[in-house]
């Protein structure tokens, strides 16, 4: 097997307008408002010589593994075809291939072979420009890179928004005594948080935000949380494991309450119209996963509750007092945005001490001008 692509222009040479400029802005390239076809290759080649270093941070260490894997291959990659049950493997080498497809270094699509397998190539240029950042020990940095920022991805899932300094405090003490400068490459590079955060200044401290955190909550309302609640404090193994697309918070508990609505029927015409070919329970399962996720980032989750009955049609045996308790019991075990990471149930409450508490009936009788 040989090359099919030897240089990294005719790669390029590959791609529309729309996938060069993706691949643009994910290597933070200003291009002018009108470019040609031409000129957005030209400056997208030159981004991708000068910017070997950047696209090691960007990259996971299962994409920088899968290069290695298409160089003892000849830049090739074969993927069998896709079977009645899509397992995680799978998908995994789809979305391994989808961040190289955004940084325009592989054939813009997995071209359907005649036997309905994939194959994706890269070219030999960029392989042996590339070379030094698939050696065995830059891997495996790699690798600590990555749980780096599975660390603050499962940060911003249970608190919503954390100063940098209290970010870099948790990476740090979790996870190797890593230093800021490696925190702060991660924190801007990672593919796997682009689109997940912003940061904003609050005060004179920079926040880390949740991309959708300012939808629900005011920024500048953050500090007196921290005063009255702090945050939960979170081992490294919860962190991780928040920072998965699969991730299901008190999952016996949502186990239980799914097999309780599982008979019930999604009413929103519109919704069921749009996912007919969904299986009816998928759908719902769906549905009932982003009613949980909403309630989570919520002030009040009334709302989220009450919405959720008005789009579902409860089965006759059930009872809707008995099923909103359920529904809203399993809500406050969740962690919340609101309380920096606890849960309803967990929330700290800050009591006074005895010592500095006057009874009501005292209160009332010193009031008294009798």
Not at 211 to 231: L, Q, T, V
Request: proline share 3%; glycine share 4%; with cysteine.
């Amino acid at each position: 097997m040989n090359y099919r692509y030897k240089t990294m222009k005719e790669i390029l040479a590959a791609y529309d307008e729309e996938g060069l400029i993706i691949a643009l802005e994910n290597l933070d390239v200003d291009v002018e408002e009108g470019a040609s076809l031409a000129e957005l290759r030209e400056r997208l080649l030159e981004a991708q010589k000068s910017y070997l270093s950047e696209m090691f941070y960007m990259l996971s260490e299962v994409d920088l593994r899968m290069l290695l894997k298409m160089k003892a291959q000849e830049g090739n990659f074969y993927v069998g075809p896709m079977e009645d049950e899509v397992t995680d493997d799978y998908l995994n080498v789809l979305e391994t291939f989808e961040r190289l497809f955004d940084l325009a270094i592989v054939y813009p699509d997995l071209e359907e072979m005649p036997d309905g397998g994939l194959e994706a190539c890269v070219s030999e240029e960029f392989l042996t420009l590339f070379e030094d950042y698939l050696q065995p020990e830059r891997l495996g940095f790699s690798g600590y890179l990555d749980d780096a920022a599975r660390i603050i991805k499962g940060a911003l899932y249970y608190y919503g928004a954390i100063s940098l300094e209290k970010l870099f405090e948790l990476v740090h003490t979790n996870h190797g005594n890593m230093d800021f400068t490696f925190f702060n490459r991660v924190l801007s590079y990672k593919m796997i948080l682009h689109h997940r955060y912003v940061s904003v200044d609050v005060g004179e401290e920079e926040y880390i935000l949740a991309a959708d955190y300012e939808d629900f909550f005011d920024p500048s309302a953050i500090k007196a949380k921290e005063k009255r609640y702090g945050y939960r404090p979170l081992s490294k193994e919860e962190l991780l494991d928040a920072s998965e697309e699969d991730f299901i918070e008190e999952l016996a508990s949502f186990e239980q309450l799914f097999d309780y609505f599982k008979n019930c029927e999604l009413m929103d015409e519109q919704t069921r119209e749009l996912f007919h070919q969904v299986p009816e329970e998928i759908l719902f399962d769906v549905f009932l996963s982003f009613t949980l996720e909403l309630s989570r980032k919520v002030e009040d989750p009334t709302e989220v509750v009450n919405a959720f009955f008005a789009s579902v049609e409860i089965s006759g045996e059930m009872i809707l007092q008995e099923a909103k308790k359920l529904l809203m019991d399993h809500m406050n075990s969740l962690s919340r945005w609101a309380y920096l990471g606890y849960s309803e149930d967990q929330r700290p409450n800050k009591r006074l001490s005895a010592k500095n508490v006057v009874s009501m009936k005292a209160y009332l009788q010193k009031k008294d001008p009798s």
